[in-house]
């Protein structure tokens, strides 16, 4: 009996071996993917300041995964399941609750319609969005609220990956639009631009990790890239 239960023991130890071996080559990205997007969030109101850990959350899918590894049949699958923990858990952290008959498909068809927003020349040539010709904080000489940035090394992420122009990190006018562009993606799109920017995942990637097509992907990185030009 007593030798059985070392046999299983050993088992055991071995498996968690096998498995953080497999981690090995995603543990990274899949940690800068959260603490990134985390890090967002709370630079856009959305969540209290360092209450959340990256490490805390990656340890709860760990467990989760585990349960079902024996399943996982491939690298590849292994990627997604890791990824779509992930953002399942920082979807509840930030209590999005999306109806179970509702896919990422629909919602992202839906969110490019929201990526189309209106522009306009402000008198000194500058774009702007329509509807912040109706915001007070622009009316009022273009003012805005005091300390509204993003974390510094994910406006950085944000200029390198999606090749924006680095001007946009030179003046506090200039980063605090980059914070309300970014703060304006609707959230299933900017899921899909912090699994690139923050997760270092490559549009055929992420598009199976959400299970979309790839064009879709395409369309909304475009897309936002095209409202970053406004920096």
């Known amino acids: 009996m007593a030798k059985t239960k070392d046999l299983n023991t ?3 130890e071995y498996d968690f ?35 959340y850990k990256a490490d805390e959350i990656l340890d709860e899918i760990y467990i989760e995964i585990y349960e079902n590894y024996s399943l996982i049949s491939d690298i590849s699958e292994f990627q997604r399941l890791l990824f779509r923990a992930g953002i399942n858990k920082l979807e509840t952290i930030k209590s999005q609750e999306v109806p179970d008959d509702i896919t ?6 839906a969110e490019l319609k929201a990526l189309n927003e209106k522009f306009t020349t402000a008198g000194d040539g500058d774009r702007i969005m329509l509807e912040e010709l109706d915001d007070i904080s622009y009316v009022q000489n273009r003012g805005w609220l005091e300390n509204i940035y993003l974390y510094e090394p994910l406006e950085r992420q944000l200029v390198s990956t999606l090749c924006l122009d680095e001007a946009a990190l030179l003046s506090d006018e200039k980063r605090k639009l980059l914070w309300v562009l970014y703060s304006t993606i609707p959230e299933k799109s900017k899921t899909v631009v912090e699994l690139l920017v923050f997760g270092k995942q490559n549009l055929k990637t992420i598009a199976e990790i959400l299970d979309v097509p790839q064009d879709f ?14 920096v």
């Open 104 to 109: 990422y498909h629909s919602l992202l068809k």
């Open 17 to 51: 071996q096998q498995f953080y071996q497999k981690l090995e080559d995603f543990n990274y990205d899949l940690k800068e993917f959260i603490h990134g997007s985390l890090k967002a969030s709370e630079n856009q109101g959305l969540l209290d300041k360092g209450y």
């Open 217 to 230: 992907v395409d369309k909304i990185i475009f897309k936002v890239k095209e409202r970053f030009r406004l």
């Open 10 to 12: 050993e088992k055991l």
